[in-house]
């Protein structure tokens, strides 16, 4: 699957969409593929502040458990509630559904450090 033009990247397979002061963030279509069947998302709490690359939570999946890291950082405004009834939105709509949380940008300029769709893909297939 081509990666979305419209979005960020980071090396560690998570997307990033800004709208404004906004973003929503989820991981990429090669990820959810090599994680399998994905069983179980821990994802971090609204209030929370995060820094750009932290850890912030897990993927489990039949085959593995793979920390989550957001491209960027600020303060959690809201997580996709509908990933704990239903963890398998990750692998049916990565781009769409499967959205993990939404963050209030601390600094925009963090944008600079990640990657476009074709840069993304040349690591995602390497």
């Known amino acids: 699957m081509a990666q979305p033009e419209?979005?960020?990247y980071s090396k560690?397979?998570?997307w990033v969409k800004i709208d404004g002061a906004t973003a929503t963030i989820g991981i990429t279509?090669?990820?959810q593929a090599?994680?399998?069947d994905?069983?179980?998302?821990e994802l971090p709490r609204v209030g929370k502040q995060i820094e750009q690359f932290g850890n912030i939570g897990v993927v489990e999946s039949?085959?593995?458990v793979s920390d989550l890291f957001t491209p960027v950082g600020g303060e959690v405004l809201e997580v996709n509630g509908s990933l704990e009834a239903d963890p398998a939105a990750?692998?049916?709509d990565p781009y769409g559904a499967g959205w993990l949380f939404k963050v209030k940008l601390k600094d925009a300029g963090e944008?600079?450090?990640l990657l476009s769709a074709s840069d993304y893909e040349k690591i995602a297939h390497d």
């Open 6 to 8: 419209n979005l960020l």
């Open 12 to 14: 560690e397979h998570e």
């Open 29 to 31: 279509d090669y990820a």
């Open 34 to 36: 090599s994680l399998g």
């Open 38 to 41: 994905i069983v179980y998302v």
């Open 62 to 64: 039949v085959k593995a």
């Open 90 to 92: 990750v692998n049916r």
């Open 111 to 113: 944008k600079s450090n």
